[in-house]
């Protein structure tokens, strides 16, 4: 019996295998508390679709050689400053989109600047990239707040009325706020699928796949699996490890752009601090390790977990009417899944 229990384990993976049955008998709790189960669902697929390309994100760090990105926040404020840039200056209704697509466009070379840079300074600390990754996620999202303060923007939709500098929290309902959310969107009885949304995602998936095919993408791959194998076959291992580095915080930065609009509010400041560990928990619950990951254990890491989340927190409140609960099981499992998979990475080697 053991041995049976340990090959289902060894096969699937323990994190993994302790999410879906958590996840599992949370949703037969809904049941018998008879929440209000068409409502969960939507909301499901909703934080599935809205926080999939962050967790994307850490597939191709993780494949080039540098570990889970932990520094998402440096793609992250990229996207958030492409998104303050487009209501500034009124982009909001130059592409069709209401200044979701120039947002994302003004994003990506912030991001991959910032990316070549970052990998750059990767590639002088190997072997500490997680730790470094942690405080350069830190670091960048405390400039910033000083950026947003001294920043002469003066929009009213995001600016103080008084004084300088921008709110903490607007919203995008005057721009693209729900834009992939409604676009194509489906209503099943009270269930409601953002088509728009899921599309979105599964096609930056499909381009990550593609990419991770092509001749850039199985040097990086193997970069990342032996260095030195690869340094020896004529592949530019540090060049993989910035193309890696460059193209998840480029993810990272229209993760961010996508996450608002379906949310329907930027958040600036410290917002963006913790957003790197639900991601890496993301992947390392759908099968990744601080090695190996694929898009598919993105997928499905993201489905588990956010599904998780949501199904936790009424579920807890209806148990529970007092206290956070939910909170707590968040960060129990979130930090413990990362704990676990840092276990695992063999540092004595």
Not at 235 to 251: A, F, M, Y
């Amino acid at each position: 019996m053991n041995e049976a229990i340990k090959r289902i384990s060894d096969r699937v993976g323990l994190p993994r295998l302790i999410i879906s049955l958590l996840f599992f008998s949370i949703c037969v709790m809904a049941l018998i508390l008879k929440l209000p189960a068409s409502s969960l669902i939507s909301d499901v697929i909703r934080r599935f679709g809205m926080f999939g390309i962050l967790a994307l994100a850490m597939i191709p760090s993780i494949q080039c050689g540098t570990g889970p990105n932990f520094a998402l926040p440096l793609g992250i404020v990229c996207g958030l400053f492409a998104m303050t840039i487009t209501i500034q200056f009124g982009l909001t209704s130059l592409i069709w989109g209401n200044g979701f697509w120039a947002s994302v466009i003004i994003a990506i070379p912030f991001a991959a600047l910032a990316g070549w840079i970052y990998g750059m300074m990767l590639n002088k600390i190997k072997g500490s990239e997680m730790l470094v990754a942690t405080y350069t996620g830190f670091s960048i999202v405390s400039f910033m707040c000083i950026i947003w303060v001294v920043i002469p923007f003066k929009n009213p939709e995001m600016a103080w009325p008084i004084g300088k500098g921008l709110r903490v929290t607007f919203a995008l309902d005057k721009s693209f706020a729900y834009f992939l959310n409604n676009f194509l969107m489906i209503k099943i009885g009270e269930i409601i699928i953002p088509t728009g949304l899921l599309l979105f995602f599964f096609g930056t998936c499909l381009a990550v796949w593609v990419f991770l095919r092509s001749k850039i993408g199985v040097a990086l791959r193997a970069a990342g699996d032996n260095p030195k194998f690869a340094q020896a076959s004529g592949i530019d291992v540090d060049k993989c490890r910035i193309i890696g580095t460059v193209l998840s915080n480029v993810l990272g930065a229209i993760g961010i752009i996508v996450y608002a609009q379906s949310f329907g509010f930027v958040q600036l400041y410290l917002a963006p601090l913790y957003m790197a560990f639900p991601a890496v928990a993301a992947v390392l619950i759908g099968g990744a390790s601080a090695k190996k990951a694929k898009i598919s254990h993105a997928i499905l890491g993201v489905f588990l977990f956010q599904g998780l989340l949501t199904v936790a927190l009424p579920v807890a409140n209806q148990i529970f009417s007092e206290g956070n609960l939910s909170e707590v099981l968040r960060m129990i499992v979130q930090n413990g899944i990362i704990l676990y998979a840092i276990t695992k990475v063999g540092g004595a080697d």
